[in-house]
């Protein structure tokens, strides 16, 4: 479309004047050219000059206006970029959950990929050195923000960029982690969602006693790296003042752990475990759940993850609803906002999922109590 659309053309003719003053005999007008109403040839010379000129002046100024505008409007929409690193397999059911959840809250704030924001994700696992190299691959291609999801990951990142813009999804204890100076002002490049506060490792505890009243010894399964862990096993030490219960801590690193310490504390009766969320055992929950199984051993999750597996029961957040919260913090930073002043969201919504089928599979009666507070029974 012209820039001149919907404006009238106007035929601007020249007058050439002699050095006199007067009219070329070129561009007289002719005869009988002026109406009878007292207008003197001079007269209207000068009117139709005056209205020429005002003519041919909001022609020009409303072509300056307007071709701003056509030439904003013929210009392609700036592309954004964005890095996610997910600290989970690729192939990991829930994980695709979480990343199309993300994907959901920015498509419902206008950020639709392949049009005005280009999604770059990244999948190691559990893998730190992994983790480390596609951190460095995603900065490399200078995102304008990028999300990252467990504390492992997000330590990664923050250690290898202090200007990239980060959203965390799904991480403890962001203070005790060093990501954030306070909850309510960042101070840095890092900013999000997080999944718990360490008061929650008293809460497992108290379930797992509900669940299993019989139990005397709590196993404790947790990354002793990791601050929320630490902080969440501190939690629950404090809860446990009964006489009648142990709570035994069970460091792991990795797979090989995992299975050498739960098939350690197996080896004696009586006994359910509490496992907490961090990457090492995210990526290892179908080893978990089948050692659980194995040893039936009544166990308290932080995740429903862990429970879809075919786990027992688990007391935490929606995970997917917090990376599509994370979306509302990606849109503002690209709108321009810092993330050192956007506050660090606490989970506003608890859930407990119990999977029915595998209290059957160890032999465990659910009491009914238990049963009716679950907002999702498995069958």
Same mark, same amino acid.
């Given at each position: 479309?012209?820039?001149?659309?919907?404006?009238?053309?106007?035929?601007? =003719?020249?007058?050439?004047?002699?050095?006199?003053?007067?009219?070329?005999?070129?561009?007289?007008?002719? @005869?009988?050219? %002026?109406?009878?109403?007292?207008?003197?040839?001079?007269?209207?010379?000068?009117?139709?000059?005056?209205?020429?000129?005002?003519? $041919?002046?909001?022609?020009?100024?409303?072509?300056?206006?307007?071709?701003?505008?056509? &030439?904003?409007?013929?210009?392609?929409?700036?592309?954004?970029?964005?890095?996610?690193?997910?600290?989970?397999?690729?192939?990991?059911?829930?994980?695709?959950?979480?990343?199309?959840?993300?994907?959901?809250?920015?498509? +419902?704030?206008?950020?639709?990929?392949?049009?005005?924001?280009?999604?770059?994700?990244?999948?190691?696992?559990?893998?730190?050195?992994?983790?480390?190299?596609?951190?460095?691959?995603?900065?490399?291609?200078?995102?304008?923000? #990028?999300? @990252?999801?467990?504390?492992?990951?997000?330590?990664?990142?923050?250690?290898?960029?202090?200007?990239?813009?980060?959203?965390?999804? $799904? !991480?403890?204890?962001? #203070?005790?982690?060093?990501? !954030?100076?306070?909850?309510?002002?960042?101070?840095?490049?890092?900013?999000?969602?997080?999944? %718990?506060? +360490?008061?929650?490792?008293?809460?497992?505890?108290?379930?797992?006693?509900?669940?299993?009243?019989?139990?005397?010894? !709590?196993? $404790?399964?947790?990354?002793?790296?990791?601050?929320?862990?630490?902080?969440?096993?501190?939690?629950?030490?404090?809860?446990?003042?009964?006489?009648?219960?142990?709570?035994?801590?069970?460091?792991?690193?990795?797979?090989?752990?995992?299975?050498?310490?739960?098939? &350690?504390?197996?080896?004696?009766?009586?006994?359910?475990?509490?496992?907490?969320?961090?990457?090492?055992?995210?990526?290892?929950?179908?080893?978990?759940?089948?050692?659980?199984?194995?040893?039936?051993?009544?166990?308290?999750?932080?995740?429903?993850? %862990?429970?879809?597996?075919?786990?027992?029961?688990? $007391?935490?957040?929606?995970?997917?609803?917090?990376?599509?919260?994370?979306? @509302?913090?990606?849109?503002?930073?690209?709108?321009?906002?810092?993330? &050192?002043?956007?506050?660090?969201?606490?989970?506003?919504? %608890?859930?407990? !999922?119990?999977?029915? =089928?595998?209290?059957?599979?160890?032999?465990?009666?659910?009491?009914?109590?238990?049963?009716?507070?679950?907002?999702?029974?498995?069958?």
């Amino acid at each position: 479309m012209s820039a001149f659309s919907g404006h009238r053309l106007v035929r601007c =003719k020249c007058l050439l004047l002699t050095q006199s003053g007067h009219l070329s005999d070129a561009h007289r007008p002719v @005869s009988g050219a %002026f109406p009878a109403a007292g207008l003197t040839r001079h007269d209207a010379l000068q009117r139709g000059l005056q209205m020429r000129r005002r003519d $041919f002046i909001n022609l020009l100024g409303g072509a300056t206006f307007l071709w701003p505008l056509a &030439a904003r409007a013929q210009q392609p929409e700036r592309v954004r970029r964005l890095g996610v690193l997910m600290g989970y397999p690729e192939g990991d059911k829930q994980a695709q959950a979480g990343a199309n959840a993300l994907r959901t809250g920015l498509q +419902n704030l206008g950020w639709i990929e392949g049009r005005n924001i280009q999604i770059d994700y990244r999948w190691p696992g559990p893998d730190a050195e992994k983790a480390r190299t596609f951190a460095k691959e995603l900065i490399g291609m200078s995102p304008d923000v #990028i999300v @990252s999801s467990t504390n492992q990951v997000t330590a990664i990142l923050q250690q290898e960029t202090r200007t990239i813009p980060i959203v965390f999804a $799904f !991480v403890g204890d962001p #203070i005790g982690s060093g990501f !954030v100076q306070s909850l309510s002002r960042p101070g840095g490049n890092l900013t999000g969602f997080a999944n %718990f506060e +360490n008061s929650i490792g008293g809460k497992w505890l108290e379930l797992v006693r509900e669940l299993a009243p019989k139990a005397k010894r !709590v196993g $404790f399964v947790y990354c002793p790296t990791a601050a929320p862990n630490v902080g969440f096993f501190h939690a629950a030490q404090n809860a446990a003042t009964s006489p009648r219960v142990t709570l035994i801590p069970l460091p792991v690193n990795n797979g090989i752990d995992i299975e050498r310490n739960v098939t &350690a504390f197996a080896a004696e009766p009586d006994g359910s475990l509490i496992v907490a969320p961090h990457a090492v055992t995210l990526g290892n929950r179908d080893l978990i759940d089948k050692l659980a199984l194995r040893y039936r051993l009544p166990t308290v999750y932080s995740d429903r993850y %862990f429970v879809e597996s075919g786990g027992l029961i688990s $007391f935490g957040n929606n995970t997917p609803e917090l990376f599509e919260r994370a979306a @509302s913090y990606v849109d503002r930073i690209l709108k321009g906002a810092n993330p &050192a002043e956007l506050p660090v969201q606490l989970p506003t919504k %608890f859930e407990l !999922v119990l999977n029915l =089928k595998a209290a059957k599979a160890i032999g465990l009666s659910v009491p009914p109590a238990i049963i009716s507070r679950a907002d999702d029974v498995i069958e």
